[in-house]
T-cell receptor, first 114, second 115 residues
């Protein structure tokens, strides 16, 4: 079945460091891919998305490219800030699937130190 | 436009009781999905409703049920609560249920603690 695997956390970085959170997926067909962010005490917010191979999603300095050949959608940011501290979830669309319309990875907790 | 709202935000119940959680989707959104989030299992899909009909269901026992009203508001009910039901319950709404990229907008969640 379809699934998402993302790197285990927690990840601790200093402010202005480069961030990469790895995400790979297994899917039949051509799903859309998403990154969601969850700040403490809040629900999930869509950070960025890509709907087809080679698409690059970007938002708030974060980027991720849909790589079909490596089945990956790694999240990157060139210079993180303390305010980026949150849990990040990679997800793929699986409309009508038994796991719901979105299949999530386990989440990666990011802590950015000043 | 107001976001997805969930009530209550926090809830404490004892084992054996039942609970009802409410979700109001974004205006115009007709699909509502429910997820359970726990530290051990992560985000797990409960069910999805569209136009008052359950369209999809995850692998949860029958103690978990839901419904959707004509105004798209949705409720989920958990009967005979168990300690393992302690979790953050998230509701998400979207315009519809098909298409390549219908975005799901999440509410802040209801934190349920079962003692």
């Amino acid at each position: 079945g379809n699934s998402v695997t993302q790197m285990e956390g927690p990840v601790t970085l200093s402010e202005e460091a480069f961030l990469t959170i790895n995400c790979t997926y297994t899917a039949t067909g051509y799903p859309s891919l998403f990154w969601y962010v969850q700040y403490p005490g809040e629900g999930l917010q869509l950070l960025l998305k890509a709907t087809k191979a080679d698409d690059k999603g970007s938002n708030k300095g974060f980027e991720a490219t849909y790589r079909k050949e490596t089945t990956s959608f790694h999240l990157e940011k060139g210079s993180v800030q303390v305010s980026d501290s949150a849990v990040y979830f990679c997800a793929l669309s699986d409309y009508g699937g038994s796991q719901g319309n979105l299949i999530f990875g386990k989440g990666t907790k990011l802590s950015v130190k000043p | 436009k107001a976001g997805v709202t969930q009530t209550p935000r926090y809830l404490i119940k004892t084992r054996g009781q039942q609970v009802t959680l409410s979700c109001s989707p974004i205006s115009g959104h007709r699909s509502v999905s429910w997820y359970q989030q726990t530290p051990g299992q992560g985000l797990q899909f409960l069910f999805e409703y569209f136009s008052e009909t359950q369209r999809n269901k995850g692998n949860f026992p029958g103690r978990f049920s839901g419904r959707q009203f004509s105004n798209s508001r949705s409720e989920m009910n958990v009967s005979t609560l168990e300690l393992g039901d302690s979790a953050l319950y998230l509701c998400a709404s979207s315009l519809g249920t098909t298409g390549l990229s219908y975005e799901q907008y999440f509410g802040p969640g209801t934190r349920l603690t079962v003692t």
